[in-house]
T-cell receptor, first 109, second 117 residues
Framework: GQNIDQPTEMTATEGAIVQINCTYQ??????LFWYQQHAGEAPTFLSY??LDGLEEKGRFSSFLSRSKGYSYLLLKELQMKDSASYLC??????????WGAGTKLIIKP | DVKVTQSSRYLVKRTGEKVFLECVQD?????MFWYRQDPGLGLRLIYF???????EKGDIPEGYSVSREKKERFSLILESASTNQTSMYLC????????????????FGPGTRLTVL
């Protein structure tokens, strides 16, 4: 079967750095997405990785290792507005998006 | 600006009612999707469509049907609503992909929170 694992919940302090991990087992791989979802709102696109390595975009970075079936989202200089759920999603061999259950990130002052 | 709209943000229906959820996108995307999202379960795909009048079952199609008569509009129908269909329903669209790239970022509507009593 296809599976994506993320921690259910994480807590971090304003101004700090947090790393949210995602591991996947899917039938094929054609890219990995990270989305941000604030409570009661729709998911919004954060990043896309299809090749191994680190993609940096401002305070957010995303890393991929295809051989390990592993990705992480790194958030630096955390702000209160970063409190949200972070969803990992993998495109499989049929180009379907397989979604993780999401990681709820709580930022404390 | 990219936009996906859904007909209602909040909806309350009674058991046995027929429910229509409408989704419209203005990006000329070929692909459209309906998900439901429940706490701890993440996004689960109900149905999707790759073209007008085409539909494919997702992971949890039971109790639902869809209609895509126009490219920009994708409707989700609950033929006889039940309490276990109380959920957040999210519509999304994505381009088909060009130049051999299957980059398929999905753009989401604001969601409809449906309560079935």
């Amino acid at each position: 079967g296809q599976n994506i694992d993320q921690p259910t919940e994480m807590t971090a302090t304003e101004g700090a750095i947090v790393q949210i991990n995602c591991t996947y087992q899917t039938s094929g791989f054609n890219g990995l997405f990270w989305y941000q979802q604030h409570a009661g709102e729709a998911p919004t696109f954060l990043s896309y990785n299809v090749l191994d390595g680190l993609e940096e975009k401002g305070r957010f970075s995303s890393f991929l290792s295809r051989s390990k079936g592993y990705s992480y989202l790194l958030l630096k200089e955390l702000q209160m507005k970063d409190s949200a759920s972070y969803l990992c999603a993998v495109t499989d061999s049929n180009y379907q998006l397989i979604w993780g259950a999401g990681t709820k990130l709580i930022i404390k002052p | 600006d990219v936009k996906v709209t859904q007909s209602s943000r909040y909806l309350v229906k009674r058991t046995g009612e027929k429910v229509f959820l409408e989704c419209v996108q203005d990006m000329d995307h070929e692909n459209m999707f309906w998900y439901r999202q429940d706490p701890g379960l993440g996004l689960r795909l109900i149905y999707f469509s790759y073209d007008v009048k085409m539909k494919e079952k997702g992971d949890i199609p039971e109790g639902y049907s869809v209609s895509r008569e126009k490219k920009e509009r994708f409707s989700l129908i609950l033929e006889s609503a039940s309490t276990n269909q109380t959920s957040m329903y999210l519509c999304a669209s994505s381009p088909r992909g060009t130049s051999g790239s299957e980059y398929n970022e999905q753009f989401f509507g604001p969601g409809t929170r449906l309560t079935v009593l």
